[in-house]
């Protein structure tokens, strides 16, 4: 079964940091492209970033840029995105989403983590 | 502000059909790029409904269609039923980073 398990999320300070995990099975992760997508309370999707199967390339969205990082360990199928600086608007569930190399759309889902940004 | 346009609400009763619209610009939809669809039911993560426009992955009954034309794309329902009252997104690529539109939620009345 293809599978997609987010860990990390919580109630963190603003200024404060937070590391997302994302553990995968079912599928060749090292073949897909990972990403990020958030989800802010009563709103819409929002990506956040994307990293290559090899690392080689990494995507920020201009609001993370600086303040975020996405990396991966293919070894451990494992996606992470370490978030510094965070601020009250981070406040978001937030899904790790797989894609084809080469394609543009996000399948498979992860079913989210929540992170709250909060004094 | 989202990159892709979708009307914030569409209705319709069981058995109807009803359209959803994804409005881009010349640097996402009217550049080529594919434009692909998602549902998210209620308290859910999302979930792949359409590819490259108008492909359906494997389970996903044939009364969900898209198209796409020049700067826009549709989604298009037949046959509504209760279980269809989800939101859906629309989804682009623009220039090393990837668009969703702002939701459209469906209600079956």
């Known amino acids: 079964e293809v599978q997609l398990v987010e860990s990390g999320g919580g109630l963190v300070k603003p200024g404060g940091s937070l590391r997302l995990s994302c553990a995968a099975s079912?599928?060749?992760?090292?073949?897909?492209?990972m990403n990020w997508v958030r989800q802010a309370p009563g709103k819409g999707l929002e990506w956040v970033s994307s990293?290559?199967?090899?690392?080689?390339?990494?995507y920020y969205a201009d609001s993370v840029k600086g303040r975020f990082t996405n990396s991966r360990d293919n070894a451990k199928n494992s996606l992470f995105l370490q978030m510094n600086s965070l601020r009250a608007e981070d406040t978001a569930v937030y899904y790790c989403?797989?894609?084809?190399?080469?394609?543009?759309?996000?399948?498979?889902w992860g079913q989210g983590t929540l992170v709250t940004v909060s004094s | 502000q989202s990159v892709l346009t979708q009307p914030p609400s569409v209705s319709g009763a069981p058995g109807q059909r009803v359209t959803i619209s994804c409005t881009g610009s010349s640097s996402n939809i009217g550049a080529g790029y594919d434009v692909h669809w998602y549902q998210q039911l209620p308290g859910t993560a999302p979930k792949l409904l359409i590819y490259g426009n108008s492909n359906r992955p494997s389970g996903v009954p044939d009364r969900f269609s898209g198209s796409k034309s020049g700067t826009s794309a549709s989604l298009a329902i037949t046959g509504l039923q209760a279980e269809d009252e989800a939101d859906y997104y629309c989804q682009s690529y623009d220039t090393s980073r990837w668009v969703f539109g702002g939701g459209t939620k469906l209600t079956v009345l």
């Open positions: 990293i290559s199967s090899s690392s080689t390339y990494i």
């Open positions: 079912g599928f060749t992760f090292s073949s897909y492209s």
């Open positions: 989403a797989g894609r084809t190399s080469g394609q543009n759309w996000f399948d498979p």
